[in-house]
């Protein structure tokens, strides 16, 4: 095609401003200089053998994967009960109800820190990992329902009738014929919202008591130089880590559009 | 009867379905937005909140010339944000729709997709280490002889926002301009080119108008959070890049004036709102003039 070749330049450019900071992480971190910066010293692995042997770094980690995983199970059960609602049923106040559950998506997250900081305040309660957890909980919801509404909207709602029809309960149908076939949607919910609370900062940063999770304390760790080539390091375990969940949590949802017999018509969101 | 007891039975089921989720998002999202209204009117007396209703935050607010000022470069940092995004994602949207093979389409989309998944706060920081004075981007120029000295103009100031945020919200801008290049019937190119028009006017006069829904949807995606965002102008945005979010938390944590704060916070979801609907109805009137 004409121009074909020209936008093809410019799309490889544009792949390169999008993977820039990515290629840079993995180079500092085997750098053996303190300083961030051209020209490179020597390799090392020291930065990553320093890892394990930062207690408070540790202690980061735990917390993050406390709060991804509870906030991965608590946010996918939500977009289940809303994207299944959705699907099937009809009922009054449908799209403002599921238009407003949907509007964290649509609002800077500095405004959800705050005002839930406000009510935690006032009634008193005591900041720690839960309320970390309902943060982003609230945040992760609507990317799970985004995830799988097309689930259950490729699902075929005769399959259901037939095992109704066959003497199948409710539950049983559900847990017998709707969950397999949901299934993979389910995966990538839960992946995609570990992903996206492992990762958040401003919320956690408002809403963490005293054990940071992993982006307060690297936040903390930015402002020492010395610091820096730790977190390089552990940021590029980081990108691996995701890069491969996500890597899965594609292939979970391809497997599921061939089960559910439709062809493959774009990515995760 | 029978038909509507089984309607009401089918509401009565979908509602209990989704009352989870809404109950949530009512307790977790609908009474703090409240709280902030209400904080709002209230004033901060040393440690104390004075309940008494007051308009005392926003006069602060809008008489402060310091307030107004993040305020209006909040908006026009994520103005120029947005603007940039969306100028460079067009071509790579438009790319990946009509001239990469329909089996090579989701690898592409993931493929962009994928810079998007790894920890914001690092990649931030990566920003301030390519556009530092001995960074990455200055080196290079310095190496190939293109510059002599290091730029200045590209970090700690209103730039590196600005470059960052493109960055970080490229996706935001791909995804949905992808999506509504992806639903254009094909055969109304052909139709254009068999009735004589070139490819510029094709793309001027029928794909372009038929893309404006996924823009606005893009737009509106990047145009909001950017304007909230916090880490981007602490890291890279100097004295002079930060934003109204670098405020807020200043109220809230710093200075213990959670009033002025949410008065602030009220000020920016209304601004963003305003913005927001703006768009919304230029879409709507766009698209009513179509058809």
Same mark, same amino acid.
């Given at each position: 095609?004409?121009?074909?070749?020209?936008?093809?330049?410019?799309?490889?450019?544009?792949?390169?401003?999008?993977?820039?900071?990515?290629?840079?992480?993995?180079?500092?971190?085997?750098?053996?200089?303190?300083?961030?910066?051209?020209?490179?010293?020597?390799?090392?692995?020291?930065?990553?053998?320093?890892?394990?042997?930062?207690?408070?770094?540790?202690?980061?980690?735990?917390?993050?994967?406390?709060?991804?995983?509870?906030?991965?199970?608590?946010?996918?059960?939500?977009?289940?009960?809303?994207?299944?609602?959705?699907?099937?049923?009809?009922?009054? *106040?449908?799209?403002?109800?599921?238009?407003? @559950?949907?509007?964290?998506?649509? /609002?800077?997250? %500095?405004? +959800? &820190?705050? =005002?839930?900081?406000?009510?935690?305040?006032?009634?008193?309660?005591?900041?720690?990992?839960?309320?970390?957890?309902?943060?982003?909980?609230?945040?992760?919801?609507?990317?799970?329902?985004?995830?799988?509404?097309?689930?259950?909207?490729?699902?075929?709602?005769?399959?259901?009738?037939?095992?109704?029809?066959?003497?199948?309960?409710?539950?049983?149908?559900?847990?017998?014929?709707?969950?397999?076939?949901?299934?993979?949607?389910?995966?990538?919910?839960?992946?995609?919202?570990?992903?996206?609370?492992?990762?958040?900062?401003?919320?956690?940063?408002?809403?963490?008591?005293?054990?940071?999770?992993?982006?307060?304390?690297?936040? *903390?760790?930015?402002?020492?130089?010395?610091? @820096?080539?730790?977190?390089?390091? /552990?940021?590029? %375990?980081? +990108? &691996?880590? =995701?890069?491969?969940?996500?890597?899965?949590?594609?292939?979970?949802?391809?497997?599921?559009?061939?089960?559910?017999?439709?062809?493959?018509?774009?990515?995760?969101? | 009867?029978?038909?509507?007891?089984?309607?009401?039975?089918?509401?009565?089921?979908?509602?209990?379905?989704?009352?989870?989720?809404?109950?949530?998002?009512?307790?977790?999202?609908?009474?703090?937005?409240?709280?902030?209204?209400?904080?709002?009117?209230?004033?901060?007396?040393?440690?104390?909140?004075?309940?008494?209703?007051?308009?005392?935050?926003?006069?602060?607010?809008?008489?402060?010339?310091?307030?107004?000022?993040?305020?209006?470069?909040?908006?026009?940092?994520?103005?120029?944000?947005?603007?940039?995004?969306?100028?460079?994602?067009?071509?790579?949207?438009?790319?990946?729709?009509?001239?990469?093979?329909?089996?090579?389409?989701?690898?592409?989309?993931?493929?962009?997709?994928?810079?998007?998944?790894?920890?914001?706060?690092?990649?931030v920081f990566l920003w301030k280490v390519i556009l530092g004075y001995n960074g990455v981007l200055n080196t290079t120029l310095q190496g190939l002889g293109i510059t002599d000295e290091p730029l200045t103009f590209i970090l700690y100031n209103a730039n590196a926002?600005?470059?960052?945020?493109?960055?970080?919200?490229?996706?935001?801008?791909?995804?949905?301009?992808?999506?509504?290049?992806?639903?254009?019937?094909?055969?109304?190119?052909?139709?254009?080119?068999?009735?004589?028009?070139?490819?510029?006017?094709?793309?001027?006069?029928?794909?372009?108008?038929?893309?404006?829904?996924?823009?606005?949807?893009?737009?509106?995606?990047?145009?909001?959070?950017?304007?909230?965002?916090?880490?981007?102008?602490?890291?890279?945005?100097?004295?002079?890049?930060?934003?109204?979010?670098?405020?807020?938390?200043?109220?809230?944590?710093?200075?213990?004036?959670?009033?002025?704060?949410?008065?602030?916070?009220?000020?920016?979801?209304?601004?963003?709102?305003?913005?927001?609907?703006?768009?919304?109805?230029?879409?709507?009137?766009?698209?009513?003039?179509?058809?």
């Amino acid at each position: 095609m004409k121009g074909g070749g020209l936008l093809r330049g410019y799309a490889l450019l544009y792949l390169l401003f999008l993977y820039a900071p990515i290629i840079l992480l993995p180079i500092f971190a085997f750098n053996s200089s303190t300083i961030i910066a051209f020209p490179l010293s020597e390799f090392t692995t020291q930065w990553f053998r320093e890892i394990p042997n930062t207690p408070a770094l540790v202690e980061s980690v735990k917390t993050s994967l406390i709060i991804a995983v509870s906030t991965a199970l608590l946010s996918t059960v939500l977009g289940i009960c809303a994207a299944r609602a959705g699907a099937k049923y009809r009922f009054p *106040g449908k799209a403002p109800i599921l238009g407003f @559950i949907m509007l964290p998506l649509v /609002l800077p997250e %500095i405004i +959800v &820190a705050v =005002s839930m900081l406000v009510v935690l305040l006032a009634l008193g309660l005591p900041l720690g990992h839960w309320t970390v957890i309902l943060g982003h909980t609230l945040i992760c919801t609507p990317f799970c329902i985004a995830i799988l509404n097309s689930a259950f909207a490729n699902l075929d709602a005769s399959l259901e009738e037939a095992a109704y029809d066959l003497g199948e309960t409710a539950w049983s149908t559900f847990r017998l014929i709707t969950l397999p076939l949901v299934m993979p949607g389910i995966v990538s919910a839960l992946l995609i919202s570990f992903t996206i609370s492992l990762d958040e900062f401003i919320i956690a940063f408002f809403l963490t008591g005293t054990e940071p999770t992993l982006p307060v304390y690297l936040w *903390g760790q930015l402002r020492f130089p010395q610091k @820096i080539p730790v977190v390089m390091a /552990l940021g590029t %375990i980081l +990108v &691996a880590m =995701s890069v491969t969940l996500l890597t899965f949590a594609e292939f979970m949802r391809r497997r599921g559009i061939a089960k559910a017999g439709r062809k493959d018509t774009g990515g995760f969101l | 009867m029978a038909m509507s007891r089984l309607a009401r039975s089918e509401a009565a089921r979908g509602l209990l379905m989704v009352s989870p989720p809404a109950l949530y998002a009512l307790l977790l999202l609908a009474v703090p937005l409240a709280a902030i209204l209400a904080f709002s009117f209230w004033s901060q007396d040393f440690l104390t909140i004075d309940f008494t209703p007051t308009l005392k935050n926003y006069r602060e607010a809008f008489s402060e010339p310091l307030y107004m000022q993040l305020m209006l470069r909040s908006v026009l940092i994520a103005g120029s944000v947005t603007l940039a995004t969306v100028i460079l994602a067009f071509p790579i949207a438009y790319f990946v729709s009509f001239h990469v093979p329909p089996h090579r389409k989701s690898l592409w989309i993931f493929l962009i997709t994928i810079p998007f998944w790894t920890s914001y706060l690092i990649r931030v920081f990566l920003w301030k280490v390519i556009l530092g004075y001995n960074g990455v981007l200055n080196t290079t120029l310095q190496g190939l002889g293109i510059t002599d000295e290091p730029l200045t103009f590209i970090l700690y100031n209103a730039n590196a926002v600005v470059i960052t945020l493109a960055h970080a919200f490229a996706p935001f801008a791909i995804l949905p301009i992808f999506v509504s290049l992806e639903k254009i019937d094909r055969s109304l190119l052909e139709a254009s080119r068999d009735l004589g028009e070139n490819h510029v006017m094709t793309f001027l006069r029928v794909t372009l108008p038929l893309a404006v829904p996924g823009i606005v949807a893009a737009v509106l995606i990047v145009f909001i959070p950017t304007i909230g965002d916090y880490v981007t102008p602490r890291l890279v945005g100097g004295p002079d890049g930060l934003m109204i979010a670098n405020m807020i938390q200043t109220q809230f944590l710093k200075l213990n004036n959670a009033p002025m704060g949410a008065a602030l916070a009220v000020i920016a979801m209304s601004i963003v709102t305003l913005i927001a609907l703006f768009f919304l109805f230029l879409n709507r009137k766009y698209l009513r003039g179509r058809s």
